[in-house]
């Protein structure tokens, strides 16, 4: 899957940019020229050799806690998508296999979860847990989760149906194994799209909470919390929130050009798109002139 998600452009442009914002990740504190923390008495400076994007209303350096801010996240996103995947697909293919009760009782708790608004969840629970961005961040993604159960749920009947799944239960092969063998492989296409989609919502989470200043203790910068506090003073720079709307605007876009990708290189869309290459390489092969013999 990973070759044919490479081989589209547009999945070779999603991995790219999801790339340079895992480098930012890793490595953006150390990258950072400056400390983010430290202020000074050039506040609201413009961009300069010394500050290639400007300070702020305290004079810290805004490049600086951009880079220091992308590791917050990046990981409270990822926070997130996981949590999901984990409390979503494990009951999502039991639900299948495990009996009426188990079903019954998996669904009603998926619609209960889809019924509740994550976001003022994840406020509520900051509210009692303290703020912190990991407590929010995996309320928020259980939360989420149904959307995990119904995909890998739906991969599972499908599969489940299936004349080779049915000889594999009738031959006395264990539950265990047959999802390894014969489940996960059709399940994991429509969970690696729903991954991808989640990702860019954990994006969009983390982004509104700190935006609010919820999650993260000031003064550690964030993406959210940068574009907080430059809309306080567009009379003196007007263009500094675009930075960090435009880190957030571009990750979330990436995450669904990846998931558009995915989906595109797999299932009966996929399988098509390799005969369609194929048939152009072919083609090409035919319409090639015979090289020259020689004497």
């Known amino acids: 899957m990973v070759r044919r998600v490479l081989a589209l452009t547009s999945g070779r442009i999603a991995v790219v940019v999801l790339a340079v914002i895992a480098v930012l990740a890793v490595l953006g504190p150390l990258l950072a020229p400056q400390d983010p923390l430290a202020t000074s008495d050039n506040t609201l400076a413009a961009a300069s050799g010394a500050h290639w994007l400007g300070t702020d209303y305290l004079g810290r350096d805004v490049l600086s806690r951009l880079l220091d801010g992308s590791r917050v996240s990046v990981l409270g996103s990822l926070e997130v998508a996981l949590t999901a995947l984990v409390v979503g697909v494990v009951p999502g293919i039991l639900s299948v296999y495990l009996g009426r009760a188990f079903e019954w009782i998996t669904l009603r708790l998926a619609d209960t979860l889809v019924a509740l608004p994550f976001l003022l969840f994840a406020v509520?629970?900051?509210?009692?847990?303290?703020?912190?961005?990991?407590?929010?961040?995996?309320?928020?993604?259980?939360?989420v989760s149904p959307l995990f159960y119904r995909v890998s749920r739906a991969a599972t009947l499908g599969v489940a149906r299936s004349q080779y799944v049915e000889a594999a239960i009738v031959s006395g092969a264990s539950l265990g194994w047959i999802v390894r063998r014969h489940v996960w492989v059709k399940v994991l296409p429509p969970i690696a799209v729903a991954l991808a989609q989640t990702v860019g919502v954990g994006f969009v989470i983390v982004s509104s909470l700190t935006f609010l200043g919820i999650g993260v203790q000031p003064p550690a910068p964030t993406w959210g919390g940068l574009l907080a506090s430059d809309l306080g003073y567009l009379s003196h720079r007007p263009w500094a929130p675009l930075t960090p709307a435009l880190l957030i605007v571009v990750t979330v876009w990436a995450c669904n050009l990846l998931a558009d990708a995915i989906r595109d290189v797999s299932g009966e869309a996929?399988?098509?798109?390799?005969?369609?290459?194929?048939?152009?390489?072919?083609?090409?092969?035919?319409?090639?002139?015979?090289?020259?013999?020689?004497?």
Do not use: S
């Open 124 to 143: 509520a629970v900051v509210a009692l847990l303290g703020n912190g961005i990991t407590q929010a961040m995996l309320v928020t993604g259980v939360l």
């Open 270 to 295: 996929g399988r098509a798109l390799l005969n369609n290459r194929r048939a152009r390489a072919n083609r090409l092969d035919k319409t090639d002139p015979a090289p020259a013999g020689g004497a």
